[in-house]
T-cell receptor, first 113, second 118 residues
Framework: GESVGLHLPTLSVQEGDNSIINCAYS??????FIWYKQESGKGPQFIID?????DKRQGQRVTVLLNKTVKHLSLQIAATQPGDSAVYFC????????????FGSGTRLSIRP | EAQVTQNPRYLITVTGKKLTVTCSQN?????MSWYRQDPGLGLRQIYY???????DKGDVPEGYKVSRKEKRNFPLILESPSPNQTSLYFC?????????????????FGPGTRLTVL
């Protein structure tokens, strides 16, 4: 079946720098994407979503970029803070499976002081 | 406080002994879903429900059952648990199903249930 994966399993970033977490997907029918943050011992938390009719969406300190040509999306976190330490998941959904959500395996973001 | 609750939070059981993990949300959400999380595999959707009495299989439904008799509750049932169902389970809910245009798609997750089947 389709897979949603990540380029890097871990990412270490200096506090204050920007973080970029990448995600690749293989299903060309995917048209809705979501980023989640999961802190240790907690359930995932919605960060931001984007539809395929957009290539960029901004939230509070976060930006998601979508490149449908190469089936890639990224999550950018501005001015990374210690509280951003977590595992980040991308997830996708397609019109052919309207209510299913498929998650990637996650990237662990760690912050260096 | 708006939340999704799961019980129990931790459970150790033996192969073949039926168990139920409860999930309840107090946000009047229509869409509810169960996921399992395993190391290196991320979250995989087990079952989801669009509304009361409407349930559908996710990607890994084998060995699980669900029911949605009330809007707020979405229990996960393991009729005959096996060791390969040892996992961390999350229930989630959202106002509307994913991808709903103009809807509130944000999923709220419960705290998780760690299940060990011996």
């Amino acid at each position: 079946g389709e897979s949603v994966g990540l380029h890097l399993p871990t990412l270490s970033v200096q506090e204050g720098d920007n973080s970029i977490i990448n995600c690749a997907y293989s299903n060309s029918a995917s048209d809705y994407f979501i980023w989640y943050k999961q802190e240790s011992g907690k359930g995932p938390q919605f960060i931001i979503d984007i539809r395929s009719n957009m290539d960029k969406r901004q939230g509070q300190r976060v930006t998601v970029l979508l490149n449908k040509t190469v089936k890639h999306l990224s999550l950018q976190i501005a001015a990374t803070q210690p509280g951003d330490s977590a595992v980040y998941f991308c997830a996708e959904s397609s019109y052919s499976s309207a209510s299913k959500i498929i998650f990637g395996s996650g990237t662990r973001l760690s912050i260096r002081p | 406080e708006a939340q999704v609750t799961q019980n129990p939070r931790y459970l150790i059981t033996v192969t073949g002994k039926k168990l139920t993990v409860t999930c309840s949300q107090n946000m009047n959400h229509e869409y509810m879903s169960w996921y399992r999380q395993d190391p290196g595999l991320g979250l995989r959707q087990i079952y989801y429900s669009m509304n009361v009495e409407v349930t559908d299989k996710g990607d890994v439904p084998e060995g699980y059952k669900v029911s949605r008799k009330e809007k707020r509750n979405f229990p996960l049932i393991l009729e005959s648990p096996s060791p390969n169902q040892t996992s961390l389970y999350f229930c989630a809910s959202s106002k509307t199903p994913p991808r709903t245009s103009g809807g509130t798609n944000e999923q709220f997750f419960g705290p998780g249930t760690r299940l060990t089947v011996l």
